[in-house]
């Protein structure tokens, strides 16, 4: 029996109601007024400045900055802030730029790494976070600047510094921008891709790209080459201090022109094949010889070479219970890849309940609240569908 249905779904944004960044304790953490709240002055720079007119510019004489905070007993905080390593920032010593959170007493109860030139990046702004619990003190306090050996000659900014509650619900990190330039062209194409986002209540820990074609690359910006013809996909990831991820993908498409082919001869011929069986023999035919050609699994993530005797090919593939989607990829002499795609449903022998077949999207873009339909067709040997079907139904049980 067969039935054809109609759904529909109504998408709602996880971002309906907008999330406000916690309350920041720490009064002039921007600088906008000079060094007012702040026990010592650094330099006031208005030329390299994380946002607003100014930051606090430091070297070795002018040590830490120190600021009293009120806080709750025995609660999670953590702090935020942003800092500029100048490319004069040199030598050789312990220390470094420092961000601590002590008890009015000065007992440790946090800090961040010493901050400098062997350990990270300059002449760019990054963002750091000190997580502390604040146990018995009511207050804390907050210490940034320099603190380290005479073998450094320091040269550092620092803007916009935080210390607020930690939230026991965290915020997911905002992605603002991904662009990928360009998004289409002749093989190989080589794309520049470009990522930027912020976390309200931390920072951003990892930025990263994936490419459909296995290329996995870590910071804000990377440029990656496509050697396969057709649609390939680029997906751009954040990762916050919490854990979070969030995600966004474009598509590439990549044309031009190829003289290979991939055929599947048995035990199917096409794109799709059903069996019960948990491994099959696939034989195929190339066009031309590889230099390299592999096959891959994405069910079970499992994959091996293949050897090419006078243009054929054969291999056995383990199935598991499901889609099994295959991917068979050619390494040409030009190292230029083709790549075929196939998929291979496994069914249980002894599966008697329904199946859902040829689905069909009113759109494949879906914005907020708006409506989208979806049509299928349900083959079922029930007579009534819309009550659970057992074919060995107990004696003590109906549907009625």
Known sequence: ????????????????????????????????NGFNCWD?????????????????????????????????????YKVTFWIYLRDNFS??????????????????LGQSIFINPNNRPINKWLQFVVNFNSGNSTIVRLQIGFFGGNGWNSSFNIDDVKLFKKSQNNISPVLTNFIVDPNSGNLPLVVNMNLSGFDLDGVIMGFYFQTSDGGFYEGNQATHTFYTLGYNTITAILLDDDGAVVSSSVNVFVYGSQNFEIN??????????????????????????????????????????????????????????GKND????ARLPNDIFYKREFRVYRKPSNYSGPELRNFIFSTRQVGTFEKLEIEFDLNSVADNYWFPYEENLPPNLNTG
């Not at 295959?326 to 990829?329: D, K, N, R, Y």
């Open 1 to 32: 029996m067969k039935y054809s249905l109609k759904l529909l779904f109504l998408f709602f944004a996880l971002n309906i109601f907008a999330q406000s960044p916690p309350h920041n304790l720490v009064i002039n953490g921007d600088f906008e």
């Open 40 to 76: 010592n002055p650094a330099i006031l720079d208005s030329i390299i400045k994380h946002s607003g007119n100014y930051s606090a510019y430091f070297t070795n004489s002018h040590g830490m900055i120190n600021q009293l905070i009120n806080v709750q007993q025995n609660t999670n």
């Open 91 to 108: 030598g050789d010593d312990w220390g470094g730029a420092l961000c601590s959170v002590t008890d009015y007493n000065w007992i440790l």
């Open 264 to 321: 599947i001869t048995s035990p199917f011929q096409g794109n799709y094949y059903e069996t019960e069986l948990p491994q099959i023999s696939i034989q195929g035919t190339v066009s031309s010889s590889p230099i390299e050609f592999i096959w891959f699994n994405e069910k079970n993530h499992q994959s091996g070479f293949l050897s090419v005797m006078q243009n054929s090919f054969s291999f056995n593939l383990p199935l598991r219970y």
């Open 326 to 329: 295959i991917i068979l990829q």
